[in-house]
């Protein structure tokens, strides 16, 4: 009646014992719920909500949180759950410890990136459908104001099963291995920083339009990548709290912000911005982190940037 195709809802939790430990309380008609009563009446709405809605045919995404200690391992069962009652997709991002929060006070960490990709695969594995490219302000959206793609993502099409052409598919894999052993052959004779059959992850600080174009100390994000020297693949989002705040003042506890960033990275072997200060830079090369400034897209930033980065360590041994 209203046209509304797509819900999108919150539910951290579906067993009140783990949610009392997320939500202190909850307001219902004027009157206040706390601890494992406040869980269970927003849990029973939110599960109710997703029942409804996916039997009256509208498309439902669900959003966890994922809270190192608190939800991580419980998850899995939140998955089943809102699968079982109709969800079609399930969003999961790493909490991301707000200054001055509770969970600041209680000394809790955010998830490190293998831990949350690892749920995300463990998840996957149990036919959940996830979205992998979510970031926070709306910036998975698609579309713009005035230009509505709902008839574009309609759920029977989701949720149909594709009809497999066996030969089409025997003849593209037989392309695509002349690709791959062409490609193969090419990459013998080009030099980088790679070893045979290995790849480089590359960390990108990005403000969109697929560009390198953000100094390190503004990002509150990572785009990170991998490539092997000839294709580049996009890996997810490491959300950060910002080394620096405006044009010049950074962060009080940036020698705790930076170690925090250092460890976010500790598996990329290249950091590309549009700009960073001497002592980000001095510690990330510490860790193992080339930091390069680069600016334009970012596809082939990362493909130079590959291609002569042992030039640039040897620069940065030299110098150390």
Not at 153 to 177: G, K, N, S, W, Y
Not at 217 to 228: K, L, N, R, Y
Not at 251 to 275: A, M, P, W, Y
Not at 298 to 313: C, D, H, M, N, T
Request: charged fraction near 30%.
């Amino acid at each position: 009646e209203l046209g509304i195709g797509h819900v999108t809802i919150t539910i951290n939790a579906i067993d009140p014992d783990v949610g009392k430990e997320i939500y202190p309380w909850v307001f219902d008609e004027g009157v206040r719920y706390e601890g494992r009563e406040a869980a269970a009446l927003l849990i029973s709405r939110q599960l109710q909500g997703v029942e409804e809605l996916a039997k009256r045919g509208i498309l439902v995404k669900v959003n966890s949180i994922m809270i190192p200690g608190v939800n991580d391992k419980h998850l899995v069962e939140v998955s089943k759950k809102v699968k079982e009652l109709g969800a079609t997709l399930h969003n999961v991002t790493p909490l991301i410890i707000a200054p001055g929060s509770q969970y600041e006070k209680d000394g809790r960490k955010a998830p490190r990136p293998r831990e949350l990709n690892q749920l995300q695969e463990q998840l996957s594995e149990g036919g959940t459908k996830l979205m992998r490219h979510c970031r926070q302000c709306r910036a998975d959206a698609v579309g713009l104001l005035g230009q509505d793609r709902n008839q574009d993502f309609q759920l029977e099409t989701m949720e149909a099963d594709p009809v497999i052409d066996l030969d089409a598919r025997e003849q593209f894999q037989q392309e695509l291995d002349i690709k791959i052993r062409q490609r193969l052959i090419a990459k013998e004779n080009r030099r980088t920083i790679l070893d045979e059959n290995k790849k480089t992850r590359v960390a990108v600080a990005s403000r969109g339009g697929d560009k390198v174009n953000q100094h390190f100390g503004h990002a509150t994000e990572f785009m990170i990548f991998d490539t092997d020297g000839t294709e580049v693949k996009f890996i997810g989002i490491r959300k950060i709290q910002a080394y620096c705040h405006g044009t010049a003042d950074c962060n009080g506890d940036k020698d705790e912000t930076l170690q925090e960033i250092t460890s976010i990275l500790s598996d990329c072997r290249i950091l590309l911005s549009s700009g960073i200060g001497d002592a980000p830079r001095a510690v990330l090369n510490k860790a193992g982190v080339l930091p390069l400034v680069r600016k334009g897209g970012i596809q082939e930033a990362i493909l130079e940037s590959v291609k002569y980065g042992s030039y640039f360590e040897n620069i940065n041994i030299s110098k150390g």
